[in-house]
């Protein structure tokens, strides 16, 4: 017997010839294994080690035979026996032969036999355990033809794992198949007569399916076909391609027929650039819409666009855009369309913006679309240009700051008001803690502002289209504005709670009178206004630049926080403002219109361990203690069952020219009642209306293979078009090979 290095490589050359003929293969139907296709080289080190190696060199056989172990380039190889004949080389390797490759994967068969070429190959009962430890394929035999072909016959793959219990249960699904042939130079992987068993009982079977393998990340085709039914469109049925264009765009396009309406053609596309991403999505139709006024249009185009792109310039510097646009108001809800942000209105931005330390700088252009059923979109803004600089300095003298915010806006209609405005706010802040370790902080700014407008009603500077409008005028303004404020935290510990009581004051002084908020100075961003405990403390409390917050005003509050660890935490706030000059800046109703006390404004939290978490926020009538807001957000529990409330109240505007009273509620629970099963539920109601306005329940079922949602949804909602439906949504997932989905919509009448 005569031991040959250059012999045992050939050997375990052609070991792991059996690990790229029969594993790679069978890795592909499965899409999980990528297995090189390296070129058998027999240089490359090889360790063999057995019980025996004997060489018969008059046959030109070399057999290595017990407790076989070939490693070669991260495989490991382990049989009973294994051959190589020079003469008609071939290799061969028999008994228990399992093969462990670079990636984890570990592949077993009884029988092995292959070309000393790599290029043909035979190998015997097939059985894989991918390197997730779960995902199993077997196939009764394989046969490796002309180095790029491969056929298995009698295949099964399953990504499920296995009942502990009872291993030889079925999985919950796996696909069955006569043949599997792999197509190396194509890249694909092609099934025939293809089972999807479910429970070990067949429930699909198709004559032909076929995917492309794991080498390839992605490839163009059909993807999962999905069905839906509502009562607008009828029954509808999605069947979407996805094209690779290059490597870095691909599109997929959904083309969705439907019975009661034209077809509809749902598209997005994506483009990676080397410094950024773009991404358009969109849709359109012809079919029926109903106007406002009731009037139905036949044949009327319907559709949105829905795009979005971000581009780094360089380190500092990065611009994008957010393009959002429907047809019309009810297209969205009728055609699936998610809508950003709130329904009201959608908007539309083109940005470039800069960082440099503390300084921002922007550059934006914003379009705006009304969704509101009784509005049109003409009164909507068109911003171009708004420009912002934002500057705060490096801490100056006893730690003061400054600061300066510059603006410039320039606000078009199709039809109203137009405005041009130009605006720099600089400040002073000088922050103080005393010995006694109370916290004073002054703030002192100067807001500056010019204004050119158009079609503005000075009598009404809050209409954007006025009746009585007047030609260009020309407004200036400058206001001066300071504050003092005063903390003064006490902090007590004592058997690992902490306690801090916290009282805050605030004296802030300003110019008092109506010329600051006069007629020709348009209200564009400040009509929404909210007293609440988030803006007591705040220099303006408007939301914009428009209107400021003119006189002599007094803060005060008193704020109690106890903190155990990481988990326990409650909270309360209570306070008041003081105003000392009269002024009819604010609204009626808005808590802080008459000059003296202010509604009482406060939040409660109350959080004792983390499966309790409860906020109270309120604001009451200084005189009657009458609740004018109140909103309760409250949950109770863990992941097993977790309830909660939401809830807000908002009393009557109407004798202030506003809303009537508003209280909704709405009630909702989730539960992950075991490791796989999830369920959700809530419900809306309209208090005042004394309705529902919208329940849902989901129940969901996941592991490593299988998904299975379903949701029931019932919706009380009327709108030309939109009528209150009940709505069921289906969706069914299978590892690896994609989802499917499904919903039907009903109407009222159809239930």
Not at 228 to 242: N, W
Request: net charge negative; aromatic share 12%; charged share 20%.
């Amino acid at each position: 017997m005569r031991r040959k290095p250059g012999i045992a490589a050939v050997a375990a050359a052609g070991l792991c010839a059996v690990a790229l003929a029969v594993c790679a293969p069978a890795a592909t139907a499965q899409t999980l294994i990528d297995t090189p296709n390296q070129p058998f080289d027999a240089d490359r080190p090889a360790l063999i080690t057995a019980d025996e190696l004997i060489y018969e060199q008059e046959l030109g056989v070399v057999t290595a035979s017990g407790n076989v172990e070939i490693e070669q380039d991260g495989r490991i190889l382990l049989a009973d026996t294994v051959s190589y004949n020079q003469n008609t080389e071939v290799v061969v390797a028999s008994g228990n032969v399992s093969l462990l490759n670079e990636n984890g994967d570990v592949y077993f068969s009884e029988y092995a036999e292959l070309t000393g070429d790599l290029q043909e190959g035979f190998i015997e009962g097939i059985r894989a355990l991918m390197s997730d430890g779960i995902t199993r394929v077997a196939a009764a035999r394989g046969i490796r033809t002309t180095g790029n072909r491969t056929l298995f016959e009698d295949t099964v793959y399953t990504p499920c794992e296995l009942c502990r219990e009872d291993p030889d249960r079925s999985p919950i699904w796996q696909l069955s198949a006569r043949k599997v042939i792999h197509d190396q130079e194509a890249r694909e992987v092609r099934y025939r007569d293809v089972t999807l068993d479910v429970f070990g009982v067949p429930i699909l079977y198709t004559p032909y399916f076929s995917h492309p393998d794991p080498t390839v990340r992605r490839k163009s085709g059909f993807l999962t076909a999905s069905w839906q039914s509502s009562d607008f469109l009828g029954f509808q049925a999605s069947v979407p391609y996805y094209w690779v264009i290059a490597d870095n765009i691909d599109a997929t396009i959904t083309p969705t027929f439907t019975t009661r309406q034209n077809p509809y053609l749902n598209l997005e596309y994506r483009h990676l650039f080397p410094s950024g991403s773009l991404q358009v999505r969109g849709s359109g139709t012809v079919a029926d819409r109903t106007s406002a006024d009731g009037n139905v249009n036949d044949n009327a185009f319907r559709g949105h666009i829905d795009a979005d792109g971000r581009f780094t310039l360089n380190d500092r510097w990065r611009t994008g855009f957010d393009i959002f646009r429907v047809s019309d108001d009810t297209y969205d809800q009728l055609y699936g369309v998610l809508i950003p942000d709130t329904r009201a209105r959608t908007e539309s931005n083109v940005f470039v913006e800069g960082f440099g330390g503390r300084n921002y700088f922007a550059a934006n252009a914003f379009s705006y679309q009304s969704l509101r059923a009784n509005q049109d979109s003409e009164p909507q803004p068109l911003i171009l240009p708004e420009l912002d600089f934002n500057y705060v300095s490096q801490p100056l003298v006893a730690d003061s700051l400054i600061s300066a915010d510059a603006n410039l806006l320039f606000l078009t209609r199709e039809d109203g008001r137009r405005v041009a405005r130009s605006s720099l706010v600089t400040g002073w802040t000088i922050p103080f803690t005393s010995d006694w370790g109370d916290v004073w902080t002054f703030r002192s700014t100067l807001q500056t502002d010019g204004y050119w407008t158009e079609n503005n009603d000075p009598n009404n500077p809050n209409n954007f289209q006025p009746t009585n409008p007047e030609d260009g005028d020309f407004a200036f303004r400058a206001f001066p504005q300071a504050a003092l404020e005063w903390r003064y935290p006490w902090v007590v510990q004592s058997g690992g709670w902490e306690q801090i009581i916290e009282p805050i004051a605030q004296v802030v002084a300003a110019p008092n009178g109506n010329w600051f908020n006069r007629g020709d100075i348009p209200n564009e961003d400040s009509l929404g206004f909210e007293f609440d405990d988030t803006t007591l403390f705040s220099l303006n409390r408007f939301s914009g630049l428009d209107r400021v917050d003119p006189g002599v005003r007094a803060d005060y509050g008193l704020q109690y926080s106890v903190y155990s660890g990481a988990e326990a935490f409650s909270q309360f706030f209570i306070g008041q403002s003081w105003r000392l000059s009269e002024s009819n800046v604010f609204d009626e109703g808005s808590g802080v219109e008459d000059e003296g006390a202010s509604d009482i404004v406060g939040r409660v939290i109350f959080s004792p361990i983390q499966e309790i978490y409860t906020a109270y926020r309120f604001r009451l009538d200084q005189e009657s203690l009458d609740a004018q807001v109140q909103e309760v957000t409250a949950s109770v529990g863990n992941t097993a069952l977790r309830l909660g409330l939401d809830y807000t109240f908002t009393a009557s505007q109407e004798r202030f020219g506003g809303f009537g009273e508003r209280e909704t509620a709405t009630l909702f629970f989730n539960s992950r009642f075991s490791e796989n099963w999830f369920a959700a539920a809530s419900v809306e109601r309209d208090i005042v209306a004394g309705e529902f306005q919208r329940a849902r329940a989901t129940l969901t079922y996941a592991d490593e293979c299988f998904l299975f949602s379903f949701t029931a949804e019932t919706r009380n909602f009327d709108d030309r078009d939109l009528e209150s439906d009940n709505r069921f949504f289906l969706t069914i997932g299978l590892a690896q090979l994609g989802q499917f989905e499904t919903s039907i919509t009903g109407g009222e009448e159809d239930q």
